[in-house]
């Protein structure tokens, strides 16, 4: 059979953090592999720059396939609607389109693949560690660090956190601060909810660039981070070797760098006229299980992170 070719475009929805970047590369040693190029395009964490993008590749016709890292998992359906419509195969990561964030089913008809993890699966399993952690502490006085409250799928996440934290009456969310993705505005937003809230036995985020930020604030205000329970989301290498020095206490995996590999396997099928799996549950088909603490390490050595920061 002759040689694949073509180029699949990858709509990160920022190229600038590392959790893209891992994707990517998933995408593209899988692409190498089987014979297309590919691009990366830098959605800026703008939801209306991605829409437009998306529409514009397809006017240029340049792409033999579609990958998206969705900045608005429900705004962008049009967009996919009109990528279908012409026949490129199109698929989503780490969000399904649509407005059930829960569901990896096609709410769009046609999409090709969506691998990607169910935020409140993974959002109550985060919360309920932090419950077992406060089991014995009466007040525990919980921060929350959130990416940004404009994003659908955050807003579910935080929704989640509260939810099964105001079922027990000992646990008190003092704050819930905004790092948007990266570790500077989580510095400033921990350094700003320390000052008002000093007494902090927990952080519960999803997303390892936020400790990395939560913990230098804490540090700054003469905290040792090993006596916080502290949560993060990514199992980005800075969270694996954080937990394993006993300085972080858990990670939710998203496995970046799979995911984007198996995103690409099922574009190339597509492309090939081969077998299709539409839905990748990323809590299931990473290397390890997702949920990740000192325990899980411990029985997987090897495992280092998929990607940096």
């Known amino acids: ?4 070719e073509g180029t699949i475009a990858y709509f990160a929805a920022t190229s600038q953090n ?13 692409a190498a592999a089987r014979g297309y190029e590919t691009e990366i395009l830098d959605g800026q964490f703008d939801a209306a720059l991605q829409y437009s993008q998306i529409e514009d590749a397809l006017a240029a016709g340049k792409y033999v396939g579609m990958i998206v890292a969705p900045n608005d998992s429900v705004g962008v359906a049009g967009a996919f609607e009109q990528v279908i419509a012409e026949g490129v195969p199109i698929g989503t990561v780490l969000f399904p389109i649509g ?7 096609p ?3 046609g999409i090709t693949v969506t691998a990607a993890s169910p935020p409140v699966p993974g959002a109550t399993a985060q919360a309920e560690s932090v419950v077992d952690f406060c089991a ?5 006085n919980v921060v929350i660090m959130i990416g940004a409250k404009i994003f659908p799928f955050d807003n579910l996440r935080l929704e989640t956190f509260q939810s099964v934290l105001a079922k027990h009456e000992n646990i008190k969310v003092v704050a819930v601060g905004e790092g948007y993705y990266s570790p500077d505005p989580s510095l400033k937003a921990m350094t700003d909810i320390l000052q008002a809230n000093p007494d902090v036995d927990a952080v519960l985020s999803n997303a390892d660039q936020h400790l990395a930020g939560v913990e230098i604030a804490l540090e700054a205000a003469g905290m040792n981070p090993a006596d916080l329970y502290l949560s993060g989301g990514g199992a980005a290498a800075i969270a694996i070797s954080a937990i394993r020095e006993g300085r972080w206490d858990s990670t939710l995996a998203y496995f970046p760098k799979t995911m984007g590999a198996l995103a690409m396997e099922q574009i190339a099928n597509a492309i090939e006229g081969k077998p299709v799996t539409q839905a990748i549950n990323m809590d299931e088909a990473g290397p390890i299980e997702a949920m990740i603490d000192a325990a899980v390490l411990e ?9 940096e920061q």
């Open 299 to 307: 029985a997987n050595p090897d495992f280092t992170g998929e990607w």
């Open 107 to 109: 709410q769009v008809e």
């Open 1 to 4: 059979m002759a040689a694949a």
């Open 136 to 140: 014995d502490k009466d007040p525990c």
């Open 18 to 30: 590392g959790f893209n970047q891992a994707t990517y590369e998933g995408v593209q040693e899988v």
């Open 99 to 105: 407005p059930n964030l829960n569901s990896l089913d």
